[in-house]
């Protein structure tokens, strides 16, 4: 079965520095990647998106995730945080089977000191 | 239009009440689901529609039932509820169902159960 791991449970950074999420996952083949942010009370908004091809992916808000088959990882990054990019931040894994859907990480908050 | 609607935004109900959450969306998706989110946790799959038909029920107790009365609409009925069922109940679609198909989210309804 597939499973998500996002070591960071919180994490702060100032406004202006750079900013990596780390997500890995676990499954057999080759997944399908997302990263989704959800401010307070809110529904999630999708990031970005990885299903095939060049394995840095480009995504709003100036985000980007790099896919590294060898790590089973897939680390969103940031080079300049906003404070508006405080939230918190799902990394999820899905296969392309049908009736198997996403499998969420467990989050990371983004706090953000001005 | 990437938008899910879902109404009304907070519900507060007691234990004997009958009430029903609601989701819309207009683009032509045809799979929608509920998920369950509690706080600090990650979405909980609840229920998957796969063009209108039930495809996935994850173990979810009898006082929750789906409905899906047309291709844009999804409602969820609550009756007999707990106060442990107090969430934040989110919408989505896909396109399809299936991994390589993200999913877009609405706001969410927040629960309360008294």
């Known amino acids: 079965a597939q499973s998500v791991t996002q070591p960071d449970i919180h994490i702060t950074v100032s406004e202006g520095a750079s900013l990596e999420l780390r997500c890995n996952y676990s499954?057999?083949?080759?997944?399908?990647l997302f990263w989704y942010v959800q401010s307070p009370g809110q529904g999630l908004q999708l990031l970005l998106k990885y299903f095939s091809g060049d394995t840095l992916v480009q995504g709003i808000k100036g985000f980007e995730a790099e896919f590294k088959r060898s790590q089973s990882s897939f680390n969103l990054r940031k080079p300049s945080v906003h404070w508006s990019d405080a939230a918190e931040y799902f990394c999820?894994?899905?296969?392309?089977?049908?009736?198997?859907?996403?499998?969420f990480g467990p989050g990371t908050r983004l706090s953000v000191l001005p | 239009d990437t938008e899910v609607t879902q109404t009304p935004k907070h519900l507060v109900m007691g234990m004997t009440n009958k009430k029903s959450l609601k989701c819309e969306q207009h683009?032509?998706?045809?799979?929608m689901y509920w998920y369950k989110q509690k706080a600090k946790k990650p979405p909980e799959l609840m229920f998957v529609y796969s063009y209108e038909k039930l495809s996935i029920n994850e173990s979810v107790p009898s006082r929750f039932s789906p409905e899906c009365p047309n291709s844009s609409l999804l409602n969820l009925h609550l009756h007999a509820l707990q106060p442990e069922d107090s969430a934040l109940y989110l919408c989505a679609s896909s396109q399809r169902a299936g991994g390589n198909h993200e999913q877009y989210f609405g706001p969410g309804t927040r629960l309360t159960v008294t």
């Open positions: 683009m032509g998706h045809r799979a």
């Open positions: 999820a894994v899905a296969s392309d089977n049908y009736g198997q859907n996403f499998v």
């Open positions: 499954y057999g083949a080759t997944p399908y």
